[in-house]
């Protein structure tokens, strides 16, 4: 890729990200580059060419970020490393974190069904960690891996509308993790709940 073009997709997403994928038009991007519309052609096709390279972008970055959490760690500590990872993505990358969260969903065709392809195979990868907590014994025996596995993502991904490139992900993925690893290792559940 070009560094014209890394330019172009580094605009793209700060403005998908701030104005929304159909809130922004090639006019948009054509003032932040500092050119005529027409010349933004010599390097897309269309603005969902932008829209897709910003949301694999997002793709990548999610998975590297995954790729470094050790394997040989039980795998409650590779939950809270994931998450570690996963919020230190959206912090540092904020712009292209929010593109892959929310905005991906104008991707059409092929391109969509590859996006989605990619998401699954990250939320799967998230799941695995759980499915390992709960066969090993460090997670309930009876716990959802696909519901734990939504209920901490979606939890993480919600920081992309609150997070300050300051926050201390890292104090911020342990507190996630802390409420909730402690629901889902198991605890005495009363009887009779009394109703106030």
Do not use: C
């Not at 790729?67 to 230190?88: S, W, Y």
């Not at 996006?115 to 066969?135: H, K």
């Amino acid at each position: 890729m070009s560094s014209r073009k890394r330019e172009l997709t580094r605009e793209a997403a700060r403005l998908f990200a701030e104005k929304g994928y159909h809130g922004t038009s090639i006019g948009d991007l054509a003032e932040a580059m500092g050119v005529q519309k027409g010349s933004l052609y010599a390097h897309i096709d269309s603005k969902a060419d932008l829209l897709w390279e910003v949301a694999h972008d997002g793709a990548v970055a999610f998975h590297a970020a995954l790729d470094g959490v050790p394997d040989d760690l039980p795998a409650t500590e590779k939950i809270r490393l994931a998450l570690r990872a996963h919020l230190r993505v959206i912090s540092e990358q904020l712009e292209i974190a929010t593109v892959f969260i929310r905005e991906w969903r104008y991707l059409e065709g092929e391109r969509r069904d590859e996006f989605l392809a990619e998401r699954r195979r990250y939320e799967d990868r998230f799941r695995a960690l759980f499915r390992e907590g709960r066969e090993l014994g460090g997670l309930r025996t009876d716990l959802d891996d696909a519901t734990a596995m939504l209920l901490a993502l979606s939890a993480a991904n919600w920081a992309y509308t609150w997070l300050r490139p300051q926050s201390d992900t890292d104090e911020l993925a342990d507190r996630f993790y802390a409420f909730l690893l402690d629901g889902m290792r198991g605890y005495a559940t009363p009887s009779k709940i009394k109703r106030i």
